[in-house]
């Protein structure tokens, strides 16, 4: 029997295809299911710890959600908030300890739902906190409900139906919403849909996180992720569901950007071009 090619060997492109797993995190399997963008998601947060260079530095925050156990895939010190309360948290690390580097990591349910006056006073107050966020308009874990960033007429186990515009109002656009807070330093929304916006996505991260490391003030990224699970889609149909239908109600943009001098920061559309 001939051996089974390396992935770089079997690759036929210019480039290196080789996984190389971020220092900043261990190689325990996910829990997460197939198709979720967490774990992608996951991954560049720690391509930027290594980036740089703040693993000794660095406290994250995760509370309640289907990121509840994101603290086990880390090799830096993690604190598990109460569900919501991630930013109240991080403020009182960074508060305590000024010189760390202090992220949360939010889903939408617990960021725009029971946590948005915590995230909200922290973006007004301009906390020196990274946050990442992650809205797949649903709550994954507790069992498909509707979420604040629900679409109009998704059909959740509690909007069976389709949610509706008259009982429950629009999707919150939570970058629309903090865009009017003058601490915020670095806003954006990018979604995890193709390779050219994942590359997106590290390019907004690494703004997010200078912002903190340059004492600017507030930085949040959204990403557009999946939940084919609850979506009932397969997870090649809930990236194209992002693509087409998600990215029409949450346009991708950099929303604020006090951090890059030159105001040349690609939008997902056009580095998907």
């Known amino acids: 029997m001939s051996e089974v090619p390396s992935t770089a060997a079997a690759c036929e492109c210019d480039l290196e295809c080789v996984f190389e797993r971020p220092d900043a995190m261990n190689d325990k399997p996910m829990h997460y299911c197939p198709g979720c963008t967490h774990g992608i998601i996951h991954r560049l947060v720690g391509e930027m710890i290594d980036e740089f ?3 000794e530095r660095t406290v994250g925050v995760c509370p309640v959600g289907c990121s509840v156990f994101a603290f086990e895939y880390f090799n830096c010190d993690f604190i598990e908030a109460s569900h919501g309360r991630a930013a109240a948290v991080a403020t009182a690390v960074k508060r305590c300890d000024p010189k760390r580097f202090v992220f949360t990591y939010q889903g ?49 186990t509690t909007s ?11 999707p919150i656009g939570v970058c629309e919403m903090l865009a009017s ?8 929304r990018v979604p995890i849909s193709s390779p050219k916006n994942i590359n997106v996505a590290r390019k907004y991260m690494r703004l997010a996180v200078r912002a903190q490391l340059e004492n600017k003030g507030y930085s949040l990224v959204e990403f ?50």
């Open 53 to 55: 260079g703040l693993i």
């Open 108 to 156: 939408d349910g617990d960021l725009a739902a029971i946590g948005l006056a915590e995230t909200v006073h922290a973006a007004a107050r301009g906390e020196r906190i990274c946050v990442f966020f992650v809205n797949n308009g649903i709550y994954g874990m507790t069992g498909g409900q509707m979420a604040p960033t629900s679409l109009i007429g998704q059909k959740t």
């Open 160 to 170: 069976p139906d389709g949610r509706s515009l008259d009982i429950s109002g629009p």
């Open 181 to 188: 807070l003058p601490s915020v330093a670095f806003l954006a």
């Open 224 to 273: 557009l992720g999946t939940c084919p699970v609850q979506w009932g889609m397969s997870p090649i149909n809930a990236m194209k569901y992002v693509d087409d239908t998600v990215t029409g109600v949450f346009p991708p943009h950099v929303f604020i950007d006090r951090v890059s001098p030159a105001k040349n920061v690609p939008t997902p559309v056009e580095a998907a071009t």
